[in-house]
T-cell receptor, first 114, second 109 residues
Framework: DTAVSQTPKYLVTQMGNDKSIKCEQN?????MYWYKQDSKKFLKIMFS???????INETVPNRFSPKSPDKAHLNLHINSLELGDSAVYFC?????????????FGQGTRLTVV | RKEVEQDPGPFNVPEGATVAFNCTYS??????FFWYRQDCRKEPKLLMS???SGNEDGRFTAQLNRASQYISLLIRDSKLSDSATYLC??????????FGKGTRLHILP
């Protein structure tokens, strides 16, 4: 069983489109995260939710909107996609609120905006 | 000073050798540190936590030096399978998680 699963694995789309990436964890963790890894492999946190409550919201364009219907799911919706949004997006979960315990990552969604 | 900083490498090391790399951090109040490993085109996975007293797991040893504000990772008897990028993780000034940019390690046969 996959602990943290995100879909799709690959996403190629045109500029201006709106797309969503879904993430689900079956570990019973309270906290879920979205990270962006750019072409230089720098992994940067975007959002963090604890029990459906937004606790970290880094400087991210308003075009990015996370949604957590329950603590096992954290989806990421992106409006008006831009070329610079191309990256690998990782979902993660941990039991702790601020990563004081191990974080488990999904396999990543490779987004290419053309 | 960057919040969490690592030498990007690559470190090219012959199989069987010992290799060590450090990660410096700027938030002196940080309490939690980790080393993650990321294989090419894969997700990061926890390698080990870093405790104040240092910790060892097989061929891997992690240490924390609070006075100089760095953590280290030592790999003994390196294997080809150790080739990966090693990410240092700590907390920034706002107690938010931040990853270093990673150190690339290539073990040479």
């Amino acid at each position: 069983d996959t602990a943290v699963s995100q879909t799709p694995k690959y996403l190629v789309t045109q500029m201006g489109n709106d797309k969503s990436i879904k993430c689900e964890q079956n570990l019973g963790h309270d906290t879920m995260y979205w990270y962006k890894q750019d072409s230089k492999k720098f992994l940067k946190i975007m959002f963090s939710y604890n029990n459906k409550e937004l606790i970290i919201n880094e400087t991210v364009p308003n075009r990015f909107s996370p949604k957590s219907p329950d603590k096992a799911h954290l989806n990421l919706h992106i409006n008006s996609l831009e070329l610079g949004d191309s990256a690998v997006y990782f979902c993660a979960s941990s039991q702790g609120r601020y990563l004081e315990t191990e974080a488990f990552f999904g396999q990543g969604t490779r987004l290419t905006v053309v | 000073r960057k919040e969490v900083e690592q030498d990007p490498g690559p470190f090219n090391v012959p199989e069987g050798a010992t290799v060590a790399f450090n990660c410096t951090y700027s938030n002196s109040a940080s309490q939690s540190f980790f080393w993650y490993r990321q294989d090419c085109r894969k997700e990061p996975k926890l390698l080990m936590s870093v405790y104040s007293s240092g910790n060892e797991d097989g061929r891997f040893t992690a240490q924390l030096n609070r006075a100089s504000q760095y953590i280290s990772l030592l790999i003994r008897d390196s294997k080809l399978s150790d080739s990966a990028t090693y990410l240092c993780v700590g907390l920034n000034r706002d107690d938010k998680i931040i990853f270093g940019k990673g150190t690339r390690l290539h073990i040479l046969p």
